[in-house]
């Protein structure tokens, strides 16, 4: 758990983000402090990922800022970031299809140029995900949603990030893998990867998270600690299905 006067790692302020003349984020502020993990929660459509297409440059914005470590990285693209540590897990886990797993890992490398070090990571992606193990020679696509999920973790990591930004990572998975996924999350966590979450299933996403940030019709209308928002009526009412 971040203290309060760690280090903003993050910083969206008044971000406004139009789709042909349709403006799907209204005005949005929310920071990310060194050591936190961090959950924008919200319902389909609310404007999550195109927030999180925004801050890594896959979108251009229409209005607003985005720091990164007290810097302005507005107009940067995936790239530059990735090189600053700020890597990204996108919704669709976007893995190389014809790329075998190990070869997807390396890619995720592509910024380091440690070769004993990247080898040594790589382990350590088999260890946290023994089924890349397993598979560390099948095409990436030829392997289930789950697994696809895995791996486009292990690739993000791959890059030793300072801030992991998820995007929907349990979506459309089984029971089991989501149990997996969230487990891995928390892990991760834990071994010091400050982490901003977007994710749909509420209640995981809280559970995990030090604090919470509800985003409805492209702005934010609730923030606050993620076990206290775990028990906000209207948190439950909207979004934990009570």
Do not use: C, H
């Not at 790239?79 to 014809?98: N, T």
């Amino acid at each position: 758990m971040a203290s309060s006067n760690a280090q903003i790692l993050l910083k969206v302020s008044g971000l406004k983000v139009a789709y042909g003349g349709i403006q799907a984020v209204k005005g949005v502020d929310f920071e990310v402090r060194e050591g936190e993990l961090v959950s924008l929660i919200g319902s389909n459509g609310a404007g999550k990922t195109t927030t999180m297409k925004a801050i890594t440059g896959s979108l251009a914005l229409a209005d607003g800022d985005i720091e990164y470590m007290g810097r302005s990285i507005r107009g940067q693209g995936p790239w530059d970031l990735v090189q600053q540590g700020l890597a990204m897990v996108p919704e669709g886990r976007g893995v190389f299809a014809r790329m075998t797993i190990t070869e997807n890992l390396l890619m995720g490398a592509y910024v380091r140029s440690d070769k004993a070090e990247i080898a040594a990571d790589i382990e350590k992606m088999f260890t946290i995900f023994p089924r890349l193990r397993e598979r560390k020679d099948q095409l990436a696509g030829t392997m289930s949603g789950g697994e696809q999920q895995m791996l486009a973790m292990g690739r993000a990591l791959m890059s030793r990030p300072k801030v992991l930004l998820m995007d929907e990572p349990s979506m459309g998975l089984s029971p089991i893998m989501v149990d997996k996924i969230f487990e891995v999350v928390s892990d991760v966590y834990a071994q010091g990867v400050t982490i901003l979450l977007v994710e749909q299933n509420a209640s995981r996403a809280l559970a995990i998270a030090n604090r919470g940030y509800v985003m409805e019709s492209g702005i934010i209308t609730i923030t606050g600690d993620a076990k206290e928002m775990l028990s906000d009526p209207k948190v439950r009412a909207a979004y934990l299905g009570e």
